[in-house]
Protein backbone atom coordinates (compact mmCIF):
# COMPACT_ATOMS: atom_id res chain seq x y z
CA UNK A 1 0.00 0.00 0.00
CA UNK A 2 2.79 2.73 1.04
CA UNK A 3 3.92 2.23 -2.85
CA UNK A 4 0.61 4.12 -3.77
CA UNK A 5 2.46 7.46 -1.93
CA UNK A 6 4.46 7.55 -5.71
CA UNK A 7 2.05 9.21 -8.29
CA UNK A 8 3.85 7.32 -10.84
CA UNK A 9 2.70 3.91 -9.51
CA UNK A 10 -0.92 4.83 -8.05
CA UNK A 11 -1.92 5.76 -11.41
CA UNK A 12 -0.65 2.49 -13.00
CA UNK A 13 -2.88 0.53 -10.16
CA UNK A 14 -5.92 2.79 -11.14
CA UNK A 15 -4.73 1.80 -15.21
CA UNK A 16 -4.92 -1.60 -14.49
CA UNK A 17 -8.74 -1.35 -11.85
CA UNK A 18 -9.90 0.61 -15.21
CA UNK A 19 -8.61 -1.33 -17.45
CA UNK A 20 -10.50 -4.53 -15.73
CA UNK A 21 -13.55 -2.51 -15.25
CA UNK A 22 -13.66 -1.49 -19.04
CA UNK A 23 -13.76 -5.08 -19.85
CA UNK A 24 -16.57 -5.94 -17.88
CA UNK A 25 -18.55 -3.55 -19.68
CA UNK A 26 -17.34 -4.60 -23.27
CA UNK A 27 -18.47 -8.23 -22.58
CA UNK A 28 -22.01 -6.54 -21.26
CA UNK A 29 -22.25 -3.74 -24.02
CA UNK A 30 -21.41 -6.29 -26.53
CA UNK A 31 -24.49 -8.11 -26.09
CA UNK A 32 -26.36 -4.88 -25.39
CA UNK A 33 -25.99 -4.02 -29.06
CA UNK A 34 -27.25 -7.37 -29.52
CA UNK A 35 -30.74 -7.02 -28.02
CA UNK A 36 -31.15 -3.45 -27.18
CA UNK A 37 -29.43 -2.00 -30.38
CA UNK A 38 -32.20 -4.04 -32.25
CA UNK A 39 -35.23 -2.36 -30.98
CA UNK A 40 -37.10 0.29 -32.87
CA UNK A 41 -37.22 2.62 -29.97
CA UNK A 42 -33.13 2.59 -29.83
CA UNK A 43 -32.55 2.92 -33.15
CA UNK A 44 -30.25 6.50 -33.47
CA UNK A 45 -32.87 7.54 -35.82
CA UNK A 46 -35.04 7.69 -32.88
CA UNK A 47 -32.86 8.78 -29.82
CA UNK A 48 -30.88 11.52 -31.85
CA UNK A 49 -34.24 12.78 -32.89
CA UNK A 50 -33.40 16.48 -31.27
CA UNK A 51 -29.70 16.26 -33.20
CA UNK A 52 -31.94 15.89 -36.16
CA UNK A 53 -33.96 18.91 -36.09
CA UNK A 54 -31.23 21.03 -34.76
CA UNK A 55 -28.19 20.05 -35.54
CA UNK A 56 -28.69 18.03 -38.55
CA UNK A 57 -25.44 17.88 -39.86
CA UNK A 58 -24.23 16.30 -36.55
CA UNK A 59 -26.94 14.06 -36.68
CA UNK A 60 -25.92 12.71 -39.80
CA UNK A 61 -22.41 12.17 -39.08
CA UNK A 62 -23.39 10.39 -35.67
CA UNK A 63 -25.75 8.06 -38.12
CA UNK A 64 -22.92 7.14 -39.65
CA UNK A 65 -20.77 6.21 -36.85
CA UNK A 66 -23.44 4.48 -35.43
CA UNK A 67 -24.07 1.86 -38.63
CA UNK A 68 -23.29 -1.51 -37.00
CA UNK A 69 -20.31 -2.23 -39.37
CA UNK A 70 -18.63 1.24 -38.16
CA UNK A 71 -19.80 0.51 -34.50
CA UNK A 72 -18.44 -2.79 -34.32
CA UNK A 73 -14.70 -1.64 -35.75
CA UNK A 74 -14.29 1.23 -32.65
CA UNK A 75 -16.50 -0.84 -30.53
CA UNK A 76 -13.89 -4.06 -31.25
CA UNK A 77 -10.94 -1.21 -30.98
CA UNK A 78 -12.20 -0.15 -27.59
CA UNK A 79 -11.80 -3.88 -26.42
CA UNK A 80 -8.56 -4.26 -27.41
CA UNK A 81 -7.47 -1.47 -26.31
CA UNK A 82 -8.62 -1.80 -22.97
CA UNK A 83 -7.20 -5.22 -23.07
CA UNK A 84 -3.48 -4.14 -23.60
CA UNK A 85 -4.03 -1.53 -20.71
CA UNK A 86 -3.57 -4.92 -18.48
CA UNK A 87 -0.17 -4.61 -19.63
CA UNK A 88 0.38 -1.10 -19.75
CA UNK A 89 3.71 -1.62 -17.97
CA UNK A 90 5.53 -2.87 -21.18
CA UNK A 91 3.35 -0.37 -23.27
CA UNK A 92 5.75 2.15 -25.19
CA UNK A 93 4.66 6.03 -23.43
CA UNK A 94 3.36 6.99 -26.24
CA UNK A 95 1.19 4.15 -27.19
CA UNK A 96 -0.20 4.46 -23.65
CA UNK A 97 -1.08 7.88 -24.43
CA UNK A 98 -2.77 6.86 -27.99
CA UNK A 99 -4.66 4.11 -25.56
CA UNK A 100 -6.27 7.01 -23.09
CA UNK A 101 -7.22 9.34 -26.06
CA UNK A 102 -9.13 6.24 -27.97
CA UNK A 103 -10.96 4.87 -24.80
CA UNK A 104 -12.08 8.18 -23.80
CA UNK A 105 -13.60 9.19 -27.29
CA UNK A 106 -15.08 5.73 -27.58
CA UNK A 107 -16.69 6.35 -23.90
CA UNK A 108 -17.94 9.28 -25.31
CA UNK A 109 -19.29 7.61 -28.17
CA UNK A 110 -20.66 5.57 -26.88
CA UNK A 111 -23.03 7.41 -24.07
CA UNK A 112 -23.59 9.79 -27.50
CA UNK A 113 -25.64 6.79 -29.03
CA UNK A 114 -27.41 6.16 -26.07
CA UNK A 115 -28.31 10.24 -25.06
CA UNK A 116 -26.47 9.56 -21.83
CA UNK A 117 -25.49 7.37 -19.39
CA UNK A 118 -27.39 4.40 -20.11
CA UNK A 119 -26.25 2.59 -17.26
CA UNK A 120 -26.21 5.60 -14.86
CA UNK A 121 -23.68 6.73 -12.49
CA UNK A 122 -21.15 4.18 -13.48
CA UNK A 123 -20.70 5.24 -17.29
CA UNK A 124 -20.20 9.17 -15.59
CA UNK A 125 -17.73 7.74 -13.17
CA UNK A 126 -15.75 6.08 -15.97
CA UNK A 127 -16.17 9.22 -18.30
CA UNK A 128 -14.90 11.16 -15.09
CA UNK A 129 -11.54 8.86 -14.78
CA UNK A 130 -11.28 8.77 -18.65
CA UNK A 131 -11.61 12.18 -18.24
CA UNK A 132 -8.60 12.73 -15.37
CA UNK A 133 -6.02 10.24 -17.35
CA UNK A 134 -6.62 13.03 -20.75
CA UNK A 135 -6.48 15.40 -18.56
CA UNK A 136 -2.38 14.37 -17.47
CA UNK A 137 -1.69 13.29 -20.74
CA UNK A 138 -2.99 17.07 -22.20
CA UNK A 139 -0.83 18.11 -18.70
CA UNK A 140 2.58 16.21 -19.89
CA UNK A 141 2.45 16.93 -23.48
CA UNK A 142 1.97 21.08 -22.61
CA UNK A 143 4.91 20.50 -20.24
CA UNK A 144 6.73 18.61 -23.06
CA UNK A 145 6.06 21.26 -25.73
CA UNK A 146 7.31 24.01 -23.26
CA UNK A 147 10.22 21.94 -23.12
CA UNK A 148 10.31 21.01 -19.59
CA UNK A 149 12.02 17.99 -18.06
CA UNK A 150 9.87 14.88 -17.58
CA UNK A 151 8.51 14.38 -14.20
CA UNK A 152 4.92 13.39 -12.46
CA UNK A 153 2.83 16.60 -12.90
CA UNK A 154 0.96 14.81 -15.30
CA UNK A 155 -0.11 12.12 -13.39
CA UNK A 156 -0.55 14.27 -9.80
CA UNK A 157 -3.00 16.33 -12.19
CA UNK A 158 -4.64 13.06 -13.14
CA UNK A 159 -4.65 11.79 -9.85
CA UNK A 160 -6.57 14.67 -7.98
CA UNK A 161 -8.96 15.40 -10.96
CA UNK A 162 -10.23 11.70 -10.27
CA UNK A 163 -9.91 12.47 -5.89
CA UNK A 164 -11.95 15.47 -6.56
CA UNK A 165 -14.84 13.70 -9.22
CA UNK A 166 -14.98 10.75 -6.31
CA UNK A 167 -15.48 12.23 -3.53
CA UNK A 168 -17.86 14.78 -4.72
CA UNK A 169 -19.86 11.79 -5.67
CA UNK A 170 -19.98 10.36 -2.58
CA UNK A 171 -20.81 13.50 -0.34
CA UNK A 172 -23.65 14.35 -3.37
CA UNK A 173 -24.77 10.95 -3.01
CA UNK A 174 -25.20 10.99 0.97
CA UNK A 175 -26.36 14.71 0.72
CA UNK A 176 -29.20 13.87 -1.82
CA UNK A 177 -30.06 10.54 1.01
CA UNK A 178 -29.76 12.93 4.03
CA UNK A 179 -32.75 15.46 2.25
CA UNK A 180 -35.34 12.71 1.15
CA UNK A 181 -37.21 12.17 4.29
CA UNK A 182 -37.97 8.41 2.95
CA UNK A 183 -33.70 7.57 3.25
CA UNK A 184 -33.90 9.23 6.91
CA UNK A 185 -36.25 7.03 8.26
CA UNK A 186 -35.28 4.21 6.40
CA UNK A 187 -38.16 3.44 4.57
CA UNK A 188 -36.19 4.13 1.18
CA UNK A 189 -34.07 1.43 1.93
CA UNK A 190 -36.39 -1.55 3.14
CA UNK A 191 -38.16 -0.58 -1.02
CA UNK A 192 -34.89 -0.79 -3.01
CA UNK A 193 -34.56 -4.08 -0.61
CA UNK A 194 -37.90 -5.49 -1.72
CA UNK A 195 -36.82 -4.50 -5.38
CA UNK A 196 -33.49 -6.24 -5.39
CA UNK A 197 -31.88 -9.37 -7.01
CA UNK A 198 -33.12 -11.39 -3.60
CA UNK A 199 -36.22 -9.38 -3.27
CA UNK A 200 -38.57 -8.93 -1.83
CA UNK A 201 -37.85 -9.63 1.90
CA UNK A 202 -39.18 -11.89 3.98
CA UNK A 203 -42.20 -11.05 6.38
CA UNK A 204 -39.83 -11.56 9.43
CA UNK A 205 -36.42 -9.78 7.67
CA UNK A 206 -34.66 -7.43 10.40
CA UNK A 207 -34.66 -5.06 7.61
CA UNK A 208 -38.04 -4.67 8.00
CA UNK A 209 -37.67 -3.22 11.49
CA UNK A 210 -38.21 0.47 11.44
CA UNK A 211 -35.07 1.41 13.54
CA UNK A 212 -32.85 -1.17 12.20
CA UNK A 213 -33.77 0.10 8.59
CA UNK A 214 -33.28 3.77 9.98
CA UNK A 215 -29.59 2.76 11.57
CA UNK A 216 -28.54 1.41 7.95
CA UNK A 217 -29.86 4.15 6.30
CA UNK A 218 -28.07 6.70 8.74
CA UNK A 219 -24.83 4.80 8.41
CA UNK A 220 -25.06 5.03 4.72
CA UNK A 221 -25.53 8.92 5.46
CA UNK A 222 -22.72 9.40 7.31
CA UNK A 223 -20.39 7.38 5.82
CA UNK A 224 -21.05 8.98 2.09
CA UNK A 225 -21.11 12.43 3.39
CA UNK A 226 -17.58 11.90 5.64
CA UNK A 227 -15.70 10.24 3.48
CA UNK A 228 -13.56 13.52 2.66
CA UNK A 229 -12.11 12.78 6.24
CA UNK A 230 -9.66 10.12 4.82
CA UNK A 231 -7.30 12.07 3.17
CA UNK A 232 -6.85 13.47 6.59
CA UNK A 233 -4.19 10.08 6.99
CA UNK A 234 -3.36 7.02 4.64
CA UNK A 235 -4.62 5.00 7.12
CA UNK A 236 -8.13 6.50 7.12
CA UNK A 237 -7.67 6.36 3.47
CA UNK A 238 -7.29 2.58 3.52
CA UNK A 239 -10.05 1.94 6.01
CA UNK A 240 -12.42 3.86 4.11
CA UNK A 241 -11.52 2.30 0.83
CA UNK A 242 -12.01 -1.13 2.09
CA UNK A 243 -15.46 0.07 3.64
CA UNK A 244 -15.84 1.71 0.36
CA UNK A 245 -15.34 -1.73 -1.41
CA UNK A 246 -17.30 -3.87 1.19
CA UNK A 247 -20.52 -1.56 0.17
CA UNK A 248 -20.19 -1.89 -3.43
CA UNK A 249 -19.97 -5.47 -3.66
CA UNK A 250 -23.34 -5.61 -1.40
CA UNK A 251 -24.77 -3.51 -3.87
CA UNK A 252 -23.78 -5.70 -6.80
CA UNK A 253 -24.66 -8.79 -5.04
CA UNK A 254 -28.28 -7.61 -3.87
CA UNK A 255 -28.24 -4.79 -6.58
CA UNK A 256 -26.56 -6.65 -9.62
CA UNK A 257 -24.66 -2.83 -10.08
CA UNK A 258 -21.22 -4.46 -10.58
CA UNK A 259 -20.54 -1.77 -13.37
CA UNK A 260 -20.40 0.29 -9.71
CA UNK A 261 -18.08 -1.97 -8.07
CA UNK A 262 -15.54 -1.05 -11.04
CA UNK A 263 -15.55 2.25 -11.42
CA UNK A 264 -15.31 3.53 -8.27
CA UNK A 265 -12.90 0.56 -6.99
CA UNK A 266 -10.87 2.38 -9.74
CA UNK A 267 -10.40 5.90 -7.68
CA UNK A 268 -9.14 4.17 -4.46
CA UNK A 269 -5.21 4.15 -5.58
CA UNK A 270 -6.30 7.99 -5.92
CA UNK A 271 -7.58 8.22 -2.45
CA UNK A 272 -4.93 6.35 -0.89
CA UNK A 273 -2.41 8.20 -2.96
CA UNK A 274 -3.98 11.50 -2.23
CA UNK A 275 -4.05 10.71 1.62
CA UNK A 276 0.03 10.04 1.36
CA UNK A 277 0.60 13.67 -0.56
CA UNK A 278 -1.06 15.67 2.45
CA UNK A 279 0.50 14.03 4.96
CA UNK A 280 3.83 14.61 3.27
CA UNK A 281 2.91 18.57 2.42
CA UNK A 282 1.32 18.62 6.31
Not at 62 to 73: D, H, N, T
Not at 84 to 101: D, V, W
Not at 271 to 279: N, P, R, S
Amino acid sequence: MDSLADPRLALEALKLLLALGLLCQWFEDRKLLRTLGEEPYAQWAILGRDLASNWPKSFRSFAWVFELKQMSLWFGLRGLVALSMLFGQSIEPRLQSASIIVLWISQLLWMIRWRGALNGGSDLMTLSLLNGLVLGEACSLGLWLAGMKPSSIGDQVSLWFIVIQSLSSYVVSGAVKFRDAAWRNGSALIHFLDNAVHGPLKSDSLFRRQRVAMLVSWSFILWECATPLLLLHPMLAKLACLTALVFHGLVFVYFGLNRFFWSWSSCFPALIYAAYALQTTG
